[in-house]
């Protein structure tokens, strides 16, 4: 089987609108109109590999990416580092210093789709390439932005309609937060649990050790985020010493996480990625005897499949994940939407990803279409 093409359709697909942001916090969402583009890798058989970038990469980084991968095969590609075979790097395990999984041009993109590709060809799903599932369905929770406590309290009615157990929330430090929390618990109790994030907008330890304070009595939080900036360890240990709740990092680098944990300040770790670098960096949690969960990008149905890869295969991932696009773009771009029941999405069992592309929901947001050559 060889690679014969690459489609690259560039989409913008909006947000719901008031699904997001609530206008008195946040006028306009913004980051629903930068664009992403959607690949499909076409081969000499009736097999192919679909795969989505994160927002804003340039077109051009996509472009250089299929050229590396057209006319080659997916049964040569190491799936670990799939620019290798491309690129003339060896892979003989001899190199000095920890090895680490493949980069290049829009590379998370196009990993998913050789994983879908070859997952395909074997007649099996991604999680199986990489080491297996070792569980059928993965924890999931509600999302949503900046909200006010009425708007929160109507995101909470339609979580529970949904059948979700919790929620993530977007925040400031200048919001009414207890205010917000207390509408909240009004509407799901004590046991539907928020996850406090607020992109390190507490600002500083004093600041998020006094919210923390007075939010106890509310009851109804899960674990802070992210609360301060990530560079301010000792911020963190003294936030870490006064909570009554789990502390945790967003983080994208096993550096970074030995760091957090030879300071001791976190509890747990957001951690983003594929199926194959997530589960990665999950290990080094699980040597700490720390879970973690899958975070998100308010992307669109392909990479939030993969990411449920990911967070089937590693063992600690037990904190509930965020796969939220489905329920915040006007589409997700594939056939059969993301299921979510109880608090959990199940594991996807078929071959490849297990999602097709929404070829007819495509002309409704795409801006630029182009198929590459060899």
Not at 20 to 43: C, F, M, Y
Not at 102 to 116: N, R, T, V
Request: hydrophobic share 40%; net charge negative; charged share 20%.
């Amino acid at each position: 089987m060889i690679i014969t093409s690459v489609d690259v359709w560039t989409v913008v697909v909006p947000t719901i609108p008031g699904r997001v942001h609530s206008p008195e916090w946040v006028a306009e969402t913004g980051w629903d109109q930068v664009a992403k583009h959607i690949i499909r890798l076409n081969t000499d058989s009736e097999l192919v590999g679909i795969g989505e970038t994160g927002r804003g990469m340039g077109l051009e980084e996509v472009q250089k990416g299929a050229r590396l991968l057209v006319g080659t095969s997916p049964d040569t590609i190491c799936l670990r580092d799939i620019f290798a075979v491309a690129d003339d790097r060896v892979l003989d395990g001899d190199e000095r210093g920890v090895p680490s999984t493949g980069s290049g041009p829009a590379y998370q993109a196009f990993e998913m789709a050789i994983l879908d590709l070859v997952g395909k060809s074997r007649g099996v799903p991604v999680h199986a390439l990489l080491g297996g599932a070792v569980r059928s369905q993965v924890r999931s929770d509600y999302w949503m932005g900046h909200q006010t406590p009425e708007d929160g309290k109507r995101a909470v009615e339609r979580a529970l309609s949904f059948g979700f157990k919790g929620v993530k929330i977007k925040c400031r430090i200048e919001e009414p937060m207890v205010e917000r929390l207390q509408a909240m618990r009004e509407v799901g109790g004590v046991d539907f649990k928020v996850t406090v994030d607020p992109n390190e907008r507490f600002h500083t330890a004093a600041q998020a050790i006094d919210l923390a304070q007075q939010l106890v009595d509310v009851g109804n939080v899960e674990v802070f985020e992210d609360p301060i900036p990530k560079a301010d360890i000792e911020g963190y240990i003294q936030i870490h010493e006064a909570l009554e709740w789990p502390l945790a990092m967003h983080l994208g680098s096993g550096g970074k996480m030995l760091e957090a944990l030879q300071a001791g300040c976190v509890d747990c770790f957001n951690l983003g990625s594929g199926p194959v670098k997530m589960p990665d960096l999950a290990n080094i949690a699980a040597a700490a005897g720390m879970p973690c969960w899958h975070g998100s990008g308010n992307d669109l149905g392909i990479i939030d499949t993969s990411y449920i890869h990911a967070a089937a295969i590693a063992p600690n991932c037990t904190m509930a994940s965020d796969f939220v696009g489905s329920w915040t773009r006007e589409d997700d771009l594939i056939l059969e939407p993301i299921e979510f029941a109880d608090g959990f999405t199940p594991t996807p069992q078929k071959p490849g990803l297990g999602c097709e592309l929404d070829v007819e929901a495509l002309p409704r947001y795409v801006q630029h279409h182009e198929q590459i050559h060899p």
